[in-house]
């Protein structure tokens, strides 16, 4: 399994607190079979540049790897939680935010009603840069949205993203049901845990996993490992 959205990496934004706690989280997501975890650190462009956000998370990733040997946690690879903004096709290197190895970015939608310039806005990433965003979970967004949910993303895909969801979506009993619903048309092509400690929003991925394969079987999970298996593919990890 691949865990595509956390915030593990220590003392750099509203996640870990400590690499002591970085480390209990990738013990925890590999005891639950993840063997590939991407950091996605949230990116905001009016409080930061490029350059400080790399120079800073370098410094983190290197603390982490540091301090646990890699035979005792899952491989480790870098990417971004991109918040999004209307023009970001359009600045120069964003594709470095991208995780690692790879022409798939993170990307944090905004938290209102959608108009049909951002879904244009987001395609441009694709098109000028050929870049593939990912929803983060996409879940959040859709109280504030007009259409209900398999058509929101509905036009995230014709806007050429891929949708992540977070595990929670579906060990929740309140929208587990939708969950299930969007899964079983194809809709879903992530799943992530958006870990940010040991104890408040856990690394716990596998319980969303056990959710569809109880409901589904082996086929409601062959999509995700379809996807993660093409994320490999191009990833680079440490």
């Known amino acids: 399994m691949i865990d595509v959205h956390t915030h593990i990496l220590p003392e750099l934004d509203d996640g870990s607190r400590s690499v002591e706690e970085s480390r209990k989280m990738l013990k925890a997501l590999l005891e639950q079979g993840v063997d590939t975890v991407v950091a996605t650190p949230h990116f905001y462009i009016d409080g930061t540049t490029l350059e400080s956000f790399f120079e800073e998370r370098e410094v983190s990733q290197k603390k982490l ?14 990417g971004a939680e991109v918040q999004f903004f209307a023009d970001m096709y359009t600045m120069e290197n964003i594709e470095k935010l991208c995780i690692s190895g790879t022409r798939y970015m993170l990307v ?9 310039y951002l879904y244009k806005a987001l395609n441009q990433l694709y098109v000028t840069k050929g870049i593939t965003p990912i929803i983060a979970h996409v879940e959040r ?12 993303i509905r036009r995230l895909k014709d806007a050429n993203a891929l949708i992540q969801i977070n595990s929670s979506f579906l060990t ?12 079983k048309k194809g809709l879903i092509n992530f799943m992530g845990s958006d870990c940010h400690s040991i104890d408040y929003r856990p690394p716990e991925i596998r319980a969303g996993y056990d959710v569809i394969f109880k409901k589904m079987g082996e086929s409601g999970v062959d999509a995700f490992a379809y996807w993660a298996e093409k994320l490999k593919e191009k990833i680079e990890t440490v």
């Not at 929740?172 to 899964?183: D, I, S």
């Open 108 to 116: 944090e939608m905004p938290f209102s009603t959608w108009s049909g």
């Open 141 to 152: 967004y859709f109280e504030f949205q007009e259409e209900d949910s398999a058509e929101v």
């Open 65 to 78: 790897t540091d301090s646990i040997p890699r035979n005792e946690r899952p491989a480790l690879a870098v």
């Open 172 to 183: 929740f009993r309140g929208t587990r049901r939708n969950a299930l619903k969007l899964v």
